[in-house]
């Protein structure tokens, strides 16, 4: 659908150079709803303005059902971008007309006539839960509310796209959750792909099928959300999950333990109350749970478990073996005095 290679943005002025976007390649599918993270400055605006040539790429290529924007002529490009809807933090609407003259003005731009525009922006005042507040002005609206009408407006002439630069970080978690279902819904039955720009993983977590991190202007790390999720590899990418799934143990607890502190990741299928109960009669460890939560991310599971084994060094690495044969990676976050100290002696 929307194919971004080896794209680059470098803004040139007085004061000097600024890289924007550097070298990014990114192919977004037909009907996904994809996500860029990044903390700010990562490149996140410039990358998604140069998406529909807002912004134009120094560099690369922005292609989009197969036609090169960049080299369209402006008349082109202005036909091309009707199938590109966008939506901003701070919702760029005209304050001094109505809610539904807001959505029928985009409208009027691609050449709709008056009865059909009406018709039409009622529709999509409807499809966002706005049809009571169609003769409001914006100044009257509440901030999820703007951004439901800036959602409609967006949709007007059908677009194919729906770019959303940090649509949700000017609202509060629960209105952020009401906009999140309402980009899901709208993904959903009329099939629209969205690009969903922000710095807040929760809000990937919650609706994006893949993602993609962002520092520097570089993508450092994309994939299905899930897998980003259960096995991230960038450090930035693991800070950012860290937001979303902490197990962060109270220092005092960590210090005070006598045992080995381990974090065990359950995916998918795996079930973890059997695994740890299956280990904990097949070793002679005890087990005692500092932190247990069950993360469900595309309706899949992913379970973080983080537990306290004490027993004989012997049985403890046993045990050990056994969490890293069926679950693979099995991270020691602290070692039992015990076993260091016979680590120490078999050195
Ligand atoms: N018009 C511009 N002129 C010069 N430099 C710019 C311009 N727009 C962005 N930049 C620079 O490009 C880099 C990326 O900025 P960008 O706005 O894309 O980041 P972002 O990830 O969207 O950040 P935020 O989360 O704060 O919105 C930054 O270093 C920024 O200063
Ligand atoms: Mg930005």
Known sequence: MISIEKLSKI???KEGTVIGVNDVSLDIKQGEIF???GYSGAGKSTLIRCMNILERPTSGKVMMDGIDLMSLSSKELR???QSIGMIFQGFHLAMS???VENVSFALKAAGVGRVERKKRAEKL???VGLSDKANQFPAQLSGGQKQRVSIARALANNPKVLLCDEATSALDPHTTQ???KLLKKINSELGLTIVLITHEMEVVKEICD???VMEEGRVVEEGNTYDIFAAPKNDLTKRFIQTVIDFTIPEVLFDKSEGTIVHLKFTGETAGEAIVSDLLQHHKVRGNILHGKVDYIQNQALGTFVMELTGEAKEVRGALNSLRS???DVEVLKNARSIDQSMARAE
Request: hydrophobic share 40%; aromatic share 4%.
């Open 11 to 13: 803004y040139t002025s």
């Open 79 to 81: 036909k091309a971008r």
């Open 35 to 37: 996500g860029v993270v």
């Open 97 to 99: 007309k109505t809610v």
């Open 178 to 180: 009401s906009i999140l």
């Open 326 to 328: 069926t679950l693979g």
């Open 125 to 127: 005042l409807d499809l």
């Open 210 to 212: 893949r993602c993609a």
